[in-house]
């Protein structure tokens, strides 16, 4: 298995407190992704970065912000959470434009009240 | 505007017939094309993925097949198997390296 690692795996928070997904790699990979995942509606891209302080929005970007200080490191943050981002949250890594394949983590479960 | 999307959204076979899952495209400037497998309580794993300049690719069992003319990719499963019931998700990415998917389509093997 790639070295995907997110955290926390589960989080019960309330609306309007600020939450901050973390997802590591141990890869090396250039390329890391964050998506939400909501019945109905598959896999969503939020955000995504092609290189350390190199970030990019995605579909549904609005209410997340991101950061890439290290290569190993992407960090999903909600400033101010709604119930709306009640969602679970995958992170995923690519080695870069060349390939398909990019590789999941386990997946955030964030629930706000 | 540009859009992944899926034909239907289950598809139910017997254990040892070949299944085929449909995706419909919009964006003719992507550059690859995928497909996830995402079984219960798990991330989405890498099945098969095939560059925009080629029509066919084959795999352990799985075959893709891209009709760029009418925008259609199509994932072929040979000899179904109760392991291959899950979720499948087709995707694309564009040349600016995001990556996008379709609503997914959850197989069903009978056995």
């Known amino acids: 298995d790639a070295g995907i690692t997110q955290s926390p795996r589960h989080k019960v928070t309330e609306t309007g407190t600020p939450v901050t997904l973390r997802c590591h790699q141990t890869?090396?990979?250039?390329?890391m992704y964050w998506y939400r995942q909501d019945p109905g509606h598959g896999l969503r891209l939020i955000h995504y970065s092609y290189g350390v302080k190199d970030t990019d929005k995605g579909e549904v970007s609005d209410g997340y912000s991101v950061s890439r200080s290290k290569t190993e490191d992407f960090l999903l943050t909600l400033e101010s959470a709604t119930s709306s981002q009640t969602s679970v949250y995958f992170c995923a890594i690519g080695a870069g434009r060349g390939t398909g394949e990019l590789f999941f983590g386990e997946g955030s479960r964030l629930t706000v009240l | 505007g540009e859009s992944v999307g899926l034909h239907l959204p289950t598809l139910s076979v017997q254990e040892g017939d070949n299944s085929i899952i449909n995706c419909a495209y919009s964006?003719?400037?992507?550059?690859?094309f995928i497909w996830y497998k995402q079984e219960s309580g798990k991330g989405p794993q890498f099945i098969i993925d095939?560059?925009?300049?080629?029509d066919k690719r084959q795999g352990q069992r799985v075959t893709v097949l891209l009709n760029k003319t009418v925008k259609h990719l199509s994932l072929q499963i040979a000899a179904t198997q109760p392991g291959d019931s899950a979720v499948y998700f087709c995707?694309?990415?564009?040349?600016?390296?995001?990556?996008?998917f379709g609503a997914g389509t959850r197989l069903t093997v009978k056995p």
């Open positions: 095939i560059r925009s300049n080629m």
């Open positions: 964006n003719s400037a992507s550059d690859y």
């Open positions: 995707a694309e990415t564009s040349t600016r390296g995001d990556m996008r």
């Open positions: 890869e090396n990979h250039r390329y």
